[in-house]
């Protein structure tokens, strides 16, 4: 079980790693391409179409300054603390990315079927985790608002988790979500056997099944500390399982770019559970506190 200094450094940790990596993917045609589609279809941003190139980069030098300040050892926490603060800002403007065009999925019906937006709704738990994280980097300036944003932390984290796997869960079971899945379900050791015994909707499905069990589990967070520790054991196994995926599906690198290091599309929806995963480390954590006081 993590103690705070351990899920604090990997929050830390993950934060930097997710972010100096987009950042520093925004200087190439990929991330040129993901800025493009979110700028185009975006219901504020659609004039800044032919700006793209220039605002992947911005974007970029934006991820690396805040990843930098999250998780280089500075001796003032106060500093730190501003790269929590430009993390929020971020993943709050990330989100108004589920006003865009390309969020839906047209095949399905629209909203509240959620295709490329997925990996925006978990930029929910990644604010509550900046929230959290930050709330330890105390200085006469902020430290009179620590434990109430430490206290606001908690439910967004907790809702990000939940949202996220209710979204996408029930979205395991439409036809579009199954094809989406079935090149990583294939690649994978851990999940290809399946196909020789089930057809495709019905890996889906169980797959979706299992991650709605799973955030039931966390209703516990509100009323059954041992039904909600449940919930956290199976997310991260769940949030395992999906990470493993930037080790067994070729898709998660962009083979045009040369593949490892160079995301893709897919591999930067992938590594985003890295945050999760922090996300549940820091409520087991909080769970420890609050048994022991």
């Known amino acids: 079980m993590p103690s705070t200094t351990n899920a604090l450094l990997f929050a830390r ?3 930097a790693v997710i972010f100096f990596w987009f950042g520093a993917m925004g200087f190439t045609p990929v991330g040129e391409a993901i800025a493009g589609s ?3 279809g975006h219901a504020f941003l659609s004039g800044l179409e032919d700006q793209a190139a220039s605002a992947a980069r911005a974007l970029g030098i934006y991820q690396i300054v805040m990843a930098v300040l999250i998780g280089a050892p500075l001796p003032l926490g106060s500093f730190r603390r501003i790269g929590f603060v430009l993390l929020g800002i971020f993943a709050g403007l990330a989100l108004t990315a589920l006003l865009t065009n390309p969020v839906w999925l047209e095949a399905e019906g629209g909203f509240p079927a959620i295709g490329s937006g997925q990996g925006i709704l978990k930029y929910i738990a990644i604010l509550g985790l900046a929230l959290w ?3 330890f980097d105390n200085s006469r300036i902020f430290s009179n608002r620590t434990s109430k944003t430490r206290a606001i932390s908690l439910p967004v ?8 796997l209710v979204w996408i869960g029930l979205m395991k079971f439409t036809a579009a979500e199954a094809a989406g899945i079935a090149p990583l379900i294939a690649s994978s050791p851990l999940f290809s056997w399946m196909q020789a015994f089930m057809p495709e909707q019905a890996i889906s499905a169980l797959i979706g099944v299992i991650e709605i069990l799973t955030a039931l589990a966390l209703l516990g967070y509100w009323f059954n500390p041992r039904l909600f520790r449940i919930g956290l054991v199976m ?3 769940t949030f395992l399982m999906t990470l493993s995926f930037l080790f067994t599906y070729p898709g998660a690198w962009d083979a045009d770019l040369g ?3 160079a995301l893709s599309r897919s591999g930067h929806f ?3 559970d890295l945050a999760l995963l922090a996300v549940c480390f ?4 909080e769970t420890r506190v609050r048994r022991y006081r």
């Open 13 to 15: 940790a993950s934060l």
């Open 38 to 40: 979110w700028i185009s």
């Open 133 to 135: 994280a930050g709330s």
């Open 157 to 164: 984290m907790w809702c990000g988790l939940v949202v996220v």
């Open 235 to 237: 997310s991260i196994i």
């Open 259 to 261: 593949g490892f290091p």
């Open 270 to 272: 992938l590594l985003k």
């Open 282 to 285: 820091a409520f087991i954590n």
